[in-house]
């Protein structure tokens, strides 16, 4: 299955998402905030990026940015965000997101999105 990067500054969603995306047989590596993510991509080139977008320090948007900063192929990246708004989801999307899931989100849905863009080709929306 593929390598999936989570990031997110709390413990119980980093779990959680972990939990459920080992389950589906994928390996999963966690970072805690934006800075611990941006290393974290740099060393393992996961195949999709499970991103929270409110972290201290460097938040989600500056880590998309890095992100997509990188040589090579894009790599999906799945932002999770309390701030569900129409601003926040347009500056997601312009600074490179693929998908942008409101919280509390129900974590079979992340898994969808998962399957969908790394085995159907690109999609963008909100959940």
């Known amino acids: 299955m593929a390598q999936i990067l989570v990031v997110d500054d709390e413990l119980a969603i980093r779990q959680l998402l972990t939990d459920v995306l ?15 993510a941006v290393s974290a991509f740099e060393a393992l080139r996961p195949d999709c990026v499970v991103l929270d977008l409110m972290m ?13 900063g990188e040589d090579g192929e894009p790599v999906p990246v799945i932002m999770l965000t309390a701030a569900a708004d129409r ?19 129900v974590p079979d849905d992340v898994v969808d999105l998962l399957h969908r863009l790394l085995y159907e080709g690109p999609v963008v929306g909100v959940v």
């Open 22 to 36: 080992e389950m589906e047989g994928h390996e999963v590596r966690a970072a805690a905030d934006g800075l611990a």
């Open 56 to 68: 201290p320090g460097l938040d989600g948007y500056g880590v998309l940015r890095r992100i997509r």
């Open 87 to 105: 601003e926040s989801a347009a500056r997601a999307w312009v600074d490179g997101a693929d998908f942008y899931v409101a919280k509390p989100f």
